[in-house]
Structures are given as structure tokens and as C-alpha cells.
């Protein structure tokens, strides 16, 4: 037995002591061949300076491998060093034989650094050099697949499944074309891919996008059942919860989606949306109380979030809660932070009230924005009417009775104004 054997052993067994003198004679003993393995075994097993000080020590010997420079440079990115990096690669020369690979690693390095456009300079290069070879339009795949543009990864994952590529460092080309298809919107083609993988198989993320995939397509039990398996084997995957949710409430299961959103909250307790949607399962069970609990909270979290702001606003003036209305919303009428809805809850609570300048002020400021819309109109009138605001009362008469030309009370009102004179 070899001492890189010896040494790969105790490391096995947990003898870390016995391992580093197995390795120091390794070095001085094993024949170069055996160490390139050792090598190649340590950087699998995460061991960087062992692997590199056995990389240095055969290149020493033997300058021009350059697979040795770019075994060098990739653990040389794993510890942060950019620009030892690029220092081995940039040795890689155009007619090496490990040039191809040194693009690799260099488009690895760039995307470490977000330098996607040089990243995918790099990958292109080698794919001109290389077009038939499989671990290249595997790193274009994953390279398109990681910035999301799904429609040219899945052009190389297909290519390199009819070539019989199904699996590509230990990544299932099967799955993540169906991963890609589903993030793409193709989701007949995504889940006609990813139902061939067993479901013992299919990764979390996988299970994840099968799941969502069923719901597109209007499948909500398939949907379920799948969450249900993702969430026993792992309660933590947070976004399953409001996918389950979904589906559940589609299958008129509202208590069943209720506690679904709510064990999700226990999982992911600074997900304002998810707050959200709890708040308005509430609302569909008809409990105010528990709606309103959750918009505060998710409120607290996110006191900029408009849609919970006006969602509570709306909420409070069901309730007949004009004062918390009001004092919810005026603190983002100051801070110019507001939506046109809120000058309309505003002015009905408002004159609710009686406070008749305020009123007035919501009504004119809300007025722009609904001039069309007949559920505004209507109250709009009848304030601008009490109000003595003849000209405002008679044009909005008259929009509204382009929507509603049959509403006969409001007929007689605007003939009434037009018998005076407006």
C-alpha cells in the first residue's frame, strides 16, 4: 500500500495525526502518478493545502502540465486569492492542450466576482475551441442557468442529454432542464422532465419546482401531495409554505391553508408577504380580528410595504375604525410615502367623522385618480352635495352617469342642478 493510500485511510478512520505523517512521506516516497491522485483526492475531500502543496510539488518536476496550473488556480479561487488565480491561468497559453480548461476555470473566477459579460466571454472562447466537448456546454448551461436566462440553458442541457449526458458532476442534467423550464414558464415541458426523476431522487429545490409546476397547470393535488413529502423530509424549506397554502385554498381547504401559512410564519418570521397572505386567508375565513393582527405585523417588519398599509387601511374602514384609519395614514401622507386609495379611505373616514375641511380636502385630492370609477362617485356626490359644492357635485354627476346612465336618483339629482342653473 502506497502512503497516499495509507494517508487517505486514516483520514477515512479520523486520524489526523497519523495522516499528515503519511502524507510527509507520501511526498518524499510515492511515485508521481500516485501523487496526481492524492491530489486530485485531497481537493475532493476539501483538504486545499495538501492538495496544493502536492500540485506544487509535481509541477515543480514537470512545468509544462499545465492541468496542474489550473488545478492550482481553482484552489486558489476556493481560498479567495484572485489574483494568484489569475496568475496560473494567465501561464496557460493558447496552444496548451489545457487551455480549454484554463477558460473554465477562468470564467469560475469571474463569476465568483460577478463579472458575468467576462465570465461568459471565457465560455464562449472555450466553446469555439471545444464545441463537442461535454464538460464545456455544461459550464455554458450552468453558467446561463445561474443569471437566469433559462432559454440558453436549456438549449445546452438539451444538447447534452440526446448526446446520453444525463449526469455532469454529479448534477442531474434531467432534473435542472426541468428546473429550467419551470423557472421559464414552460411548465408542460417542465413537468413532463421532471417527473421522470424518482421522487427519492428529486432534491429539494426539484421537489419545490415540481410543486409549483403542478399549481401552474391548475393541478392543486398534485401540488399538495408533493409539498406535503417536501415538507416532512424538510420543515425548514421556507418557500414551500405559500405554494402549499395556495394550493390548499384552491382545494377550498381554507383552515387546512390557514395553519399551513402559519407554520410557514414559525419557519420564516420576517417574511412580510407571507403576513400578507395569512392576513387575507383571514379575511376569507371572516376573521377581522386575526387579519388585522397579522397586517400589524407584517407592518412592523415592513412599515414601507403600501399594499399591507392600504390593506389595513381598507380593513379599518370595514371595521368603522375611521380614527386608526386616520392615524395610520397620516404619517405617510408627511412622509410623501402614499397611494391614491389613501386619500379615498381618508376622506370617508373623515367625514365619518363630521371633520368636514379634511373631508373636502381627500375627496378633491382622491378625485383625480377615481374620476371613473362609479364606487367612488357616488359618496363623492352625496359629500359634495351636503357639502354646497354645486360644481364639483354636478361633474361628478356627469362622469358618473356615463357609467351608470340607469341610475334614476342620480338622473333626478343632476336635472335638479341643471333646473338652477349648472
Known amino acids: 500500500m ?41 481537493y475532493g475531500l476539501g483538504f486545499l493545502k495538501q492538495a496544493e502543496r502536492t500540485y506544487k510539488k509535481l509541477l515543480a518536476k514537470y512545468p509544462d502540465e499545465d492541468d496542474l ?19 496560473y491561468l494567465q501561464q496557460v497559453k493558447p496552444d496548451s492542450p489545457a487551455y480549454v480548461q484554463a477558460l473554465l476555470v477562468e470564467a469560475d473566477l469571474y463569476q465568483t466576482q460577478e463579472l458575468f459579460e467576462v465570465s461568459e466571454q471565457k465560455l464562449k472562447e472555450a466553446y469555439q475551441l471545444a464545441p463537442d466537448e461535454p464538460v464545456v456546454e455544461f459550464a455554458l448551461a450552468e453558467f ?20 446520453g449526458q444525463l449526469e455532469i458532476s454529479k448534477v442531474n442534467l434531467v432534473e435542472r432542464l426541468g428546473v429550467a423550464y419551470a423557472e421559464s414558464g414552460h411548465f408542460e415541458q417542465a413537468v413532463g422532465y421532471l417527473e421522470q426523476i ?33 415538507r416532512e423530509q424538510d420543515n425548514q424549506y421556507a418557500s414551500l409554505y405559500p405554494y402549499l397554502a395556495q394550493a390548499q385554498e384552491q382545494l377550498h381547504q381554507l383552515d387546512k391553508a390557514l395553519l399551513t401559512l402559519q407554520e410557514g410564519l414559525a419557519v420564516d418570521q420576517y417574511n412580510e408577504q407571507l403576513y400578507l397572505q395569512t392576513a387575507r ?16 405585523e407584517g407592518l412592523s417588519i415592513d412599515p414601507d410595504n403600501l399594499t399591507t398599509v392600504l390593506e389595513l387601511s381598507n380593513l379599518l374602514v370595514q371595521r368603522d375604525r375611521y380614527q386608526d384609519n386616520i392615524d395610520l395614514l ?25 371633520h368636514f375641511q379634511a373631508a373636502k380636502d381627500n375627496y378633491e385630492a382622491a378625485y383625480p385618480f377615481f374620476e371613473h370609477n362609479k364606487d367612488f362617485l357616488k359618496p363623492a356626490i352625496y359629500f359634495f352635495r351636503e357639502a354646497g359644492m354645486a360644481d364639483s357635485a354636478v361633474v361628478a354627476l356627469r362622469n358618473y352617469l356615463t357609467i ?9 339629482m343632476l336635472e335638479d342642478y341643471e333646473d338652477q342653473g349648472y
Open 281 to 296: 386567508l383571514a379575511l376569507k375565513l371572516d376573521d377581522q380580528e386575526l387579519a388585522e393582527k397579522y397586517l400589524r
Open 144 to 163: 446561463y442557468f445561474l443569471i437566469r436566462n433559462y432559454g440558453q440553458a436549456t438549449r445546452f442541457y438539451l444538447d447534452l442529454i440526446k448526446q
Open 69 to 87: 496550473r489550473t488545478s492550482l488556480a481553482d484552489i486558489a479561487i476556493d481560498e479567495d486569492d484572485t489574483d494568484l488565480a489569475l496568475d
Open 404 to 412: 351608470e346612465p340607469d341610475d334614476g336618483e342620480m338622473v333626478a
Open 2 to 42: 502506497s502512503y497516499s493510500e495509507k494517508m487517505l485511510a486514516a483520514l477515512s478512520n479520523g486520524q489526523i495525526d497519523t495522516a499528515k505523517k503519511h502524507f510527509a512521506w507520501a511526498l518524499r516516497k510515492d511515485d508521481d502518478q500516485t501523487l496526481y491522485s492524492l491530489a486530485e483526492e485531497l
Open 330 to 354: 397620516d404619517q405617510y401622507l408627511q412622509s410623501n410615502e402614499f397611494d391614491p386609495q389613501f386619500y379615498w379611505n381618508l376622506a370617508i373616514s373623515n367625514d365619518r367623522l363630521d
Open 198 to 230: 424518482k421522487p427519492a431522487k428529486l432534491t429539494p429545490d426539484s421537489q419545490f419546482e415540481l410543486g409549483f409546476t403542478y399549481l401552474q397547470l391548475n393541478e392543486p393535488q398534485k401540488a399538495v401531495d408533493i409539498f406535503d413529502k417536501l
